[in-house]
């Protein structure tokens, strides 16, 4: 901490802008003192050597998050240093301006266009002074009075307090304020991302794709919210992580932002942000809610003044436990209403609340607070009136990502995976023991008992449902408790189950093919490894053969669709999870690891990952697996990478052996390898040779995945560098090109995009063409600062180099922006030093060009300096 304080201080006296240095000393200050009361907590709640054991990972993780906070500030401050206040507003509006959509004579959607996750609520109370507050501020202005602008707003508090239906409460209220509202759902990158798909579909946004188009759809909505002069509110719920929410904020655009959040963070940095604390009803809201919630008979009875004093002394005596949170007081009503749980009275269902709260059981993940005893109680007392169908349900539902659960989780064609507490969903009572018994009818309808149990979770309101969807809320989930650790580990089994018969496998084959069903189901099995993490620090959960094969499948599709960071995530609870450092699944998982280090340019922890792979992979299989061809070809790109081309042409060779062995069925990655061959040969300036690989290579997947798919875009970015080597510089263009089709249309996120328009750029460079290659290099620079938007990763650095170039260049032309361009591109090259010298300390960078002639350092050399940076298939 003291290390960052140290840093945080010499940035701000460097910094010129006073307007960011007040609001980053303040976003700099908030986590110092969140770490301090939480330390103050830690030491007044668990006083126990034991306790503090427990609760330290906690407490670890917290300390953590806020110290990533901190330097995430420090970041911001230093970049505000770097460029002058003309060159910042150049710079957002060069963001606002890329990538720009061409006008259109007519908005493609239909307006008024709206995408809210529920319907009105009828019966919501109070809050009538935030809702103004909101209004006030995100409002559009007058065309006639003011010039639009962006406004944020974030209504912050705790969980419960009622900060969604706040947000949503608005967005019904006033409609008539925007010509589109769109909600965004912000828990997981998986479901910003869905968020932004669904909004792309509902603008009827050109080029706009339900299924494996994620990336491509959040850049089409970013410029539309830049260009339409429509009037827009965007509300980002549950906005927790300003990892997740950076690479989707609409910069440069104008227009509104409602955000709900537990912190009141400014992800954007902005200045004119807005934002309030939702605080917790008062003694007589929380009445007036209770009393709105019970119904017409209650109210009259209240204001007739014919409500026993028993009744109004135990009610307040209750509320005042629930601490005014406004999902705890209408849970609290549906259990007084209902005579199976409490009833008919407020008093005798207040002393089974008390009853309960003195049988409450533990709860298996962190340990309970006392101010979570209260609420936990009434939860219980909810849970225990469920009959036993509904309660299974609730347990299983509570382990999936809360926001949209497909009812076809419940409807595998194999009805053997409902085996065991879930057989009543089961549609198909023949034969129901068989495991091979499929039928495609018991997709389609569910089982009446099914039904029964989801209606009486309805009615409760403990879930809700959309047409073929379900959501559940985050309180819901966290309250669910479970008889013992077997009823708790069972529920996650099925959850587990259930989720890994949904979501494709990985077996020898890439998932390329399954990208679209994998987009539906990976939120939930990356919430079921957060959710496992949780509970597996207290020793209360194991893992399972299926939980870790689906964990495998999950971080692979996650690799494929360069989704680093949580596939990070997923790939540490499962290799924790894992017991058996022996087996097989260990080394997938492992080799999936390296293969993420790799694509990160990492690869000192790639070795390590790769050869724990082929260690196990040698004691366990035969020689000539598929399994150890897949090894040998990630050892010969490791080796290549590394600057030992012989070394990789050898485990190139084994690969070769055994694929060429496996017929047909190894044709996706015989292709694979002769494409890395070809560029062995390329490195070594070998041309012939290396066009005779990539042809190849083209030809085999040509034949199984098509002409305009998948590793067709490397194929073509392989003839790209052959062509430069050549020097041939209209053939290189026409390659480059077809690979960022490729790219654009399947991938646009992707790397190999990244790659593409970085290549072109250096094409149009190489012609004289300065402008031109400006702008390539700002498309490239675009998306490689939304894939790392906390610092300046190997792409990026190579991207502000070949800038630097460009505008050197642009600097001797003759123009009035002369000195424009030469500061423009001292700072550029400035900052793509550090970011290299940090990368290199770090381990993220490959080999120099194993060919040099002569030691002299020259324009190559310092071009092969930032290559290296960059992960070597998109050098």
Known sequence: MRRVVELFNRCLDECDEPNEARIAIVDFLDPLVQIASDCVSYFHEYTSERDATEAWPNLSENINQQLATLD??????SDISNFSKVNKDRQVKSLSSRHALLPDVEEPGVFPNRILPFQRNRRFYGRKEELEKILRYLKPASEEVETPSFRTY?????????????????????????????????????????????????????????????????????????????????????????????PYWPVGAMGAVLVTSRKYYNFAKDESRKGDTVKQFTAKQSWELLLELLGDEWKKADKEGTIPQSEIIAAKNWLEQLEGLALAIQQAAINIKNPSIGGPTIAKTYEKFKERMKTLPPRHSSPRSASEVPLDALWDMTFSSLRPHARILLGVLSWLSPDSIPVDLFLPRDQ??????????????????????????????????????????????????????????????????????????????????????????????????????????????VFLSKKFADHAKYGKLKSTPVFLKLL?????????????????????????????????????????????????????????????????????????????????NNFGNLELATGNPKWATENYDKAIQIWVAGGDDAADQLALTHLCIGRVHTLRNNIEEAMRSTSVAEALFLHTTGANKGFMANVHYAYGNIYMKQADLPLAWRSYDECLKIGLATMPLHPITVAAYYSLGCVEFSRGN??????????????????????????????????????????????????????EADELRKRAAIARAKLLRSGEGGARGFLREDDAVDEEDEEDDYDILVPLFYR
């Open 72 to 77: 995430s500030t420090v970041k911001h401050v």
């Open 154 to 246: 974030t209504i912050y508090g705790r969980r419960g307090v009622g900060k969604t239906e706040i947000a949503l409460q608005f967005a019904h209220t006033n409609p008539g304020y925007y010509d589109a509202i769109f909600w965004i759902q912000c828990e997981t990158s998986v479901a910003i991302r869905q968020s932004f798909t669904n909004v792309a579909l509902s603008l009827n946004l050109p080029g706009a794709a339900k299924d494996g188009h994620h990336e491509e759809n959040l850049v089409a909505v970013r410029k539309w919210l830049k260009t339409t002069k429509k009037k827009w509110l965007l509300i980002f719920d549950n906005a927790e992580s300003d990892q997740i929410i950076r």
């Open 416 to 525: 053997s995976v409902l085996n065991g507490s879930l057989a009543f969903c089961k549609q198909d009572q023949v034969d129901t023991h068989h495991p091979t018994r499929l039928s495609i009818v018991n997709t389609l309808t569910h089982s009446p008992a099914f039904d029964e149990a989801i209606k009486e979770l309805l009615d409760r309101e403990l879930i809700k449902r959309d047409n073929r969807l379900y959501s559940i809320h985050r309180v819901v989930q966290e309250a669910t408790n479970y008889h013992d650790e077997e009823d708790l580990q069972d529920s996650f089994n099925i959850a587990s189950r259930l989720t890994y018969e949904a979501f494709p496998k990985k077996i020898d084959q890439p998932l390329f093919k399954h990208w679209a069903i994998c987009q539906t189901y990976i939120p939930h099995g």
């Open 552 to 632: 495998s499948s999950c971080a692979w599709y996650l690799y494929e669709t360069a989704d680093y960071d949580v596939c990070k995530r997923v790939l540490e609870t499962a290799v924790t999870a894992c017991e058996d450092r022996k087996s097989l699944l260990y080394a997938e998982l492992q080799n999936t690891s390296g293969s993420r280090y790799y694509n990160l340019n990492q690869l000192g922890d790639c070795r390590k990952a790769w050869e724990d792979t082929r260690r196990i992979r040698k004691e366990l299989l035969p020689h000539d697996d598929k399994q150890m061809a897949a090894i040998y």
């Open 770 to 823: 300065n402008d031109p290659a400006k702008a390539w290099l700002d498309k490239a620079r675009t998306i490689a600062e939304l894939n790392s938007p906390m610092r300046d990763d190997g792409p990026v650095a190579r991207i502000l180099w070949k800038t630097s170039q460009v505008l050197e260049a642009k600097a001797s032309e003759p123009s009035l922006k002369q000195a424009e361009y030469v500061q």
